[in-house]
């Protein structure tokens, strides 16, 4: 059974970066076909797609978080990572990765998600 698990600080302040990891267990991230994905909730907002990584390390991201996003990944750790550089109050958000098994916006699995608040 595939689980995914976010970790983070929780707490960043405006213009630092923060990473946030998910640990994959139960399957591997080099799976073909799966597209490793981050998503997030802002407070009484709705989901919003950040991006993804594919089985071949190659990462798509949405065009307004482009500039400040990075998606990367540790097959040895079976981890992908998600940095978000200079971050403002408008990033505070619950994280969420998730499994897109097709690429399409569907997701099978997700993990049960990391607040993230950026306050000074």
């Known amino acids: 059974q595939v689980q995914l698990q976010e970790s983070g600080p929780g707490l960043v302040k405006p213009s630092q970066t923060v990473s946030l990891t998910c640990t994959v267990s139960g399957g591997s991230i080099i799976a073909p076909y799966y597209y490793w994905t981050w998503i997030r909730q802002p407070p009484g907002k709705g989901l919003e797609w950040i991006g993804y990584i594919d089985e071949e390390g190659k990462s798509y991201y949405t065009p307004s978080l482009k500039s400040r996003t990075t998606i990367s990944r540790d097959t040895s750790k079976n981890q992908f990572t998600l940095q978000l550089d200079s971050v403002t109050p408008e990033d505070t958000a619950a994280y969420y990765c998730?499994?897109?098994?097709?690429?399409?916006?569907?997701?099978?699995?997700w993990g049960q998600g990391t607040q993230v608040t950026v306050s000074s």
């Open positions: 998730a499994r897109d098994p097709r690429g399409i916006g569907l997701y099978d699995i």
